[in-house]
């Protein structure tokens, strides 16, 4: 969810619970809300073709890495969309920043519900085991959706003073994300996580999150132009249906997943959560760019016809 205003490209998507808003841009017309195609097509996309890729993939990449990392891979392929940086990519590249907004907001909340479901499915081994599903998804419902509900309603009383310190609240939301992480991933180290992980493991975990990761643009990118989109809604599809959060993901392994499991799959999510903010953000400035260029090139072909009727 996005924080204080700040679209920048963070390492950590943060979701603080006081600091979420609609941007400015979004809200004068519901069209960025009613565009039903755009918000299906990225659904789809992550919720449907990431574990498809990631089933139909298992016997080419399975070998490349540990049963438990390839687990945590399947794992990652039933996660939402990221939304802040989903937004801040969409923004640079000049895409519908009100699409993107609602779009990825509805993946990250419908998210809570659909993984649960999906790891149930595709996820086969490693899960807590005794826990009801029913049980499992109050518990995510309780670290994620209800924090959310009661930063909306606190913020009425307390959004101005928000507004005044967002500088210092975007360090305590992000920093909020990094400790979740760091405790997952701590616990990880400490039962020994090193030890059954070697370095050829985690050269073909690199490869098997660059695949999933040029798959999902490619396909985004193909069905953007074959659906007839605009360039605008092209650009939120890709940005927004090629992405995993791992500031919805950490929480969810920890629930769902025994705990001597967590890091091998957390792992995955952590190394593909990297790959995709570098990726994308090279993308988005290069689209960027070529819009920029664009636009200049127009601007010198209005002036040259009116430079040669003053001649």
């Known amino acids: 969810m996005t924080a204080c205003r700040s679209y920048a490209p963070a390492y950590f998507a943060p979701h603080c619970i006081l600091c979420f808003e609609i941007p400015k841009m979004a809200r004068p017309k519901f069209a960025g809300a009613t565009h039903w195609r755009l918000h299906l097509i990225v659904l789809l996309s992550t919720f449907a073709l990431f574990p498809l890729l990631g089933l139909a993939l298992k016997p080419l990449l399975s070998p490349l890495v540990t049963p438990a990392l390839y687990t945590g891979v399947l794992f990652l392929c039933t996660l939402p969309s990221t939304v802040q940086s989903s937004i801040a990519f969409t923004s640079i590249a000049k895409g519908n920043v009100p699409a993107a907004v609602c779009s990825a907001s509805a993946s990250s909340l419908l998210g809570i519900f659909i993984t649960p479901a999906l790891v149930s499915i595709v996820v086969t081994n490693q899960a807590a085991g005794g826990a009801s599903a029913w049980h499992t998804v109050w ?3 309780l670290q994620l959706l209800v924090p959310f509900v009661a930063g909306q309603l606190l913020r009425p009383l307390i959004g101005r003073w928000i507004e005044r ?3 210092v609240l975007k360090f305590v939301d992000q920093g909020s994300i990094l400790l979740v992480v760091y405790g997952a991933f701590s616990e990880a180290v400490n039962e020994g996580l090193w030890h059954h992980i070697p370095l050829t493991a985690l ?52 629930v769902i997943f025994a705990s001597h499991a967590v890091g091998a799959v957390v792992l995955p999510l952590m190394l593909f959560h990297q790959i995709q903010l570098m990726v994308c953000a090279a993308l988005a400035q290069r689209w960027a760019a070529r819009d920029v ?14 430079a040669v009727a003053r001649r």
């Open 139 to 141: 518990n995510i419902v």
């Open 165 to 167: 310190n967002r500088s």
């Open 203 to 254: 050269a073909g975990l690199l490869v098997v999150c660059a695949v999933l990761l040029a798959l999902a643009l490619a396909i985004t990118m193909f069905v953007g132009k074959r659906l007839g989109f605009s360039r605008a809604d092209q650009i939120t599809i890709v940005f927004g249906g090629s992405k995993k959060s791992l500031a919805a993901g950490v929480p969810m392994a920890k």
């Open 293 to 306: 260029s664009g636009e200049k090139r127009a601007a010198s072909n209005e002036r040259a016809p009116a």
